[in-house]
Structures are given as structure tokens and as C-alpha cells.
């Protein structure tokens, strides 16, 4: 059963261009998180968010910037898209003291 | 280099066969995580150990609770739908609980008849 829920799956864009990815979570969670999967499947944290607060933030390029509204919600916004921008980005959500990870089915983003 | 180094990077099996699947940290690690990844791109949950052993159904996980730098996935009878490729997870044994993971490269399984 689905409870993180991604929009859009696919987003098709040309270099230059600003998206955003839109993810919701109907857990209850208090953690959300946002990762990248490169072509080669590797997985990479971007970010997170416990209670609308960032307690994690790798080296990303300025470029990314989250957006929280409330500790359901946890948005990406990218601002001038790169072809190596071109993944799957994946959100998560988790209690943070169980960090029992639930993935949504990710946005497929290329960049042409 | 890579904290967590999992093995091996794809396996064959046939249905009905054992297996299992490892992951070596380089660092000692708070706890750990296994995912399962379909062909659509869902990454499943699998097992959360702080440490010890889980089991459900034909899937069994361990996580060296003295060392805490490696992590095992046992798999008994495989079955077709257990094809998919597999990720170890886990968060480092360091300050605050940030639910930071860090992945393995990933165990892409093939089940075949």
C-alpha cells in the first residue's frame, strides 16, 4: 500500500530549465528525506527534514533547494537543470528514533 | 572509499535454491537496513536491525551486534519474485540520530526456473 506519494513520475525538460517535485506522506512521519539513483543504481542522500527543520543537507549543488510546509509534506525544487541532473529522485519518510525507511515510486527526471 | 561494500554485485539462482547476500562497513554502523528495488523502480523495505536477527517468511537478515560492521540477507527457496536488486543501508555509528543512510551498490538477483 502506497503511502508516500510522488508527483510527477516522468519529467522531460531541457538544460536551463527549473522543475519541482512535489511529495506527501500519509504515515504520520516526523522525517522526510530526498534521494538520488544515479544510472548506475547508487543511491545517495540529498537531504532531510525532521518537523519542517533540515538536519541533513550533503554537498548538493545550490542549484536544489527542499521546501517544507509542515512534516508531511517535502518538496524539491531545481533551479536551472543539468544533463547530470538527469535520475530517479526519491522520497522518503521515517519516525526518526525507528528510521525505518518507506520509499514513494520516485520521479525519472532527464534532462535533454 | 565506500563506507558499505556489498556483495556480490549480481547473482543467478535457481528456484528452490539457498543464498545469501553481504554487506562489509568500514565503519562501525548504528543499524541497517535491506531494501528490495522491483522493475518499476519500488524500493521495498525488508528489514530494520539494530542489531541481532530478523526472519519473516524465506528472508532472514543478521547484523553483528559486536562489531557492527557487517550485515547478512539470507535467502531460502528462492522464488521467482524474489528477482529484483538488493540494498543494504545503513547509518553510521556517529553523534546525532539524523536517519542518514548511506547504500550499498546494490545485489541484482535473477531467479530463474
Known amino acids: 500500500e502506497t503511502a508516500v506519494f510522488q508527483t510527477p513520475n516522468y519529467h522531460v525538460t531541457q538544460v536551463g530549465n527549473e522543475v519541482s517535485f512535489n511529495c506527501k506522506q500519509t504515515?504520520?512521519?516526523?522525517?522526510m528525506y530526498w534521494y538520488k539513483q544515479d544510472s548506475k543504481k547508487l543511491l545517495k542522500i540529498m537531504f532531510s527534514?525532521?518537523?519542517?527543520?533540515?538536519?541533513v543537507n550533503e554537498t548538493v549543488p545550490r542549484r536544489f533547494s527542499p521546501q517544507s510546509s509542515d512534516k508531511a509534506h517535502l518538496n524539491l525544487r531545481i533551479k536551472s537543470v543539468e544533463p547530470e541532473d538527469s535520475a530517479v529522485y526519491l522520497c522518503?519518510?521515517?519516525?526518526?528514533?525507528?528510521?525505518?525507511?518507506?520509499f514513494g515510486a520516485g520521479t525519472r527526471l532527464s534532462v535533454l | 572509499g565506500d563506507q558499505v561494500e556489498q556483495s556480490p554485485s549480481a547473482l543467478s539462482l535457481h528456484e528452490g535454491t539457498d543464498s545469501a547476500l553481504r554487506c562489509n562497513f568500514t565503519?562501525?554502523?548504528?543499524?541497517v537496513q535491506w531494501f528490495r528495488q522491483n522493475s518499476r523502480g519500488s524500493l521495498i523495505s525488508l528489514f530494520y536491525?539494530?542489531?541481532?536477527t530478523k526472519e519473516n517468511g524465506r528472508l532472514k537478515s543478521a547484523f553483528d551486534s559486536k562489531e557492527r560492521r557487517y550485515s547478512t540477507l539470507h535467502i531460502r527457496d528462492a522464488q521467482l519474485e524474489d528477482s529484483g536488486t538488493y540494498f543494504c543501508?545503513?547509518?553510521?555509528?556517529?553523534?546525532?540520530?539524523?536517519?542518514?543512510?548511506?547504500f550499498g551498490h546494490g545485489t541484482i538477483l535473477r531467479v530463474h526456473p
Open positions: 522518503a519518510s521515517s519516525f526518526t528514533s525507528q528510521n525505518t525507511l518507506y
Open positions: 504515515l504520520g512521519h516526523d522525517t
Open positions: 527534514y525532521n518537523n519542517k527543520q533540515l538536519i
Open positions: 565503519t562501525t554502523m548504528r543499524s
Open positions: 536491525l539494530a542489531s541481532g
Open positions: 543501508a545503513a547509518e553510521a555509528n556517529t553523534g546525532a540520530n539524523t536517519g542518514k543512510l548511506t
